[in-house]
């Protein structure tokens, strides 16, 4: 009985194109992981709040040097960033960076590690759908493979079935970073010919239409020629995703989910 | 309830204690049913834990259910088996039942053409050692605990006396 319940509902998928078993579970288990997350973060909080103040002041001089450094470095930035939008509206270029996001807390992890999943405590309720990107301060994270009402599902980039439009920022050589279910990335499809370098950054190309264009995905590790039409190459992500806690979810469709939204229409 | 402790403690430890992200204790609970209650209750207990953590996963669902299924019943059959009371005799237990889940699981995905696994030997047998240690400790744990309450309470009333 319970096994024909489960199969049927399987097969069937809700409004928002999810199969209403995988819905239902999500959802009821989205709020356990809600509870379980306040728990410990309400026992961090008091401890961060009374054990770990012993090394407050030290850390306050070493934070107040580093807010000094990062003061200079805002104001580079800032006229680096001027320049820039003088350059594009002189181009007539469309400023891309005013994305519209949401903010959203980490509140579970991967229920199996053979999928590399977390789960944010924002919906639908809150905008979120699926196929939209998730970023975090240090680059990319991953997309929404599961908005429920108050909770979604996150893919992390360095999924197995991940994937993302990327280029070498450097020489503007394209390729697909994979995910290799590990913590590294492979960046594919970049021709045995192309500039690529130790070191070099890796940006989303926004040509798949879930992330935006320029965001970081992470840095060359190596380089190997794989003796075939494209190179061998490994990057490490720019995100740390074992100490991820607030991530953004973009709200803003890329130009190519217009483009497709629109010819769809 | 193990099962649902089992998946919330993996949620969790995934985010605060980096490196459990690889141990399936789901898994391990699965196993420690069915070496402890029998090959129907470790196929049921199976059939469940796999159904729930497919159905919050990203993947088919089934396919997990149909491993956890498999090791649950198998893992049982071997507790009535044979006699699996030392630790290592539970560490090859729980080492062989994340092998063969591995094997059914990925198999499965690769013969289905739904996700690539490369050559995951390294990733399997480390997950495998990993849940093997949780599960001895987790036996050790469920065992001495509540003797040593035993004697904690004889020694007290002794004194007393």
Known sequence: ?265 | MAVAAALALQTTLARYVPGTVALDLVLVVVVYVALTSGPVTGLLTGTFAGLVQDALATGVIGIGGLAKTLVGFLAGVIGTQFIVAQPLPRFFVFFCATLLHAAVFIGLYTLLDLRHFGAPYAAVAGQAAGNAAVGVVAFQLVELLPGAVERRRAAKSRIRR
């Not at chain 1, 405590?121 to 939209?132: E, F, I, L, Y």
């Not at chain 1, 370098?197 to 992470?218: A, F, N, Q």
């Not at chain 1, 991820?244 to 769809?264: N, Q």
Request: no cysteine; hydrophobic share 45%.
């Open chain 1, 1 to 265: 009985m319970l096994g024909h319940i489960l199969l049927i509902s399987a097969q069937i998928n809700s409004r928002s194109g999810v199969p209403v078993l995988e819905a239902v579970a999500f959802g009821v288990f989205a709020e356990v992981q809600r509870g379980i997350s306040a728990g410990f973060s309400s026992v961090r909080s008091v401890w961060s709040g009374y054990a770990g103040l012993r090394h407050v002041k030290s850390e306050n001089d070493a934070l107040t040097r580093q807010l000094e450094v990062a003061q200079v470095a805002l104001q580079q930035q800032r006229a680096l960033a001027d320049r820039t939008r003088n350059l594009e509206r002189l181009l007539g270029l469309r400023d891309r960076s005013n994305l519209n996001t949401v903010a959203a807390d980490i509140i579970a992890g991967g229920a199996t590690p053979d999928f590399r999943t977390l789960t944010i405590d924002k919906g639908t309720r809150n905008g979120v759908r699926a196929d939209m990107s998730v970023i975090a301060p240090a680059g990319v994270v991953g997309r929404v493979v599961m908005p429920g009402t108050r909770a979604a599902k996150v893919q992390l980039l360095i999924d197995r079935n991940a994937a993302a439009g990327a280029l070498v920022e450097r020489s503007r050589a394209q390729g697909v970073v994979t995910g290799g279910g590990d913590d590294r990335l492979r960046l594919d499809y970049v021709s045995e010919v192309a500039d690529v370098m130790v070191g070099d950054l890796v940006v989303t190309s926004g040509i798949d239409g879930i992330y935006p264009k320029g965001y970081v995905i992470g840095q060359v590790e190596s380089v190997e020629k794989s003796g075939g039409a494209y190179k061998k190459i490994t990057v490490k992500p720019a995100v740390d995703f074992t100490s991820l806690e607030e991530v953004l979810v973009v709200l803003t469709p890329t130009p190519a989910r217009e483009a497709a939204d629109g010819s769809v229409e």
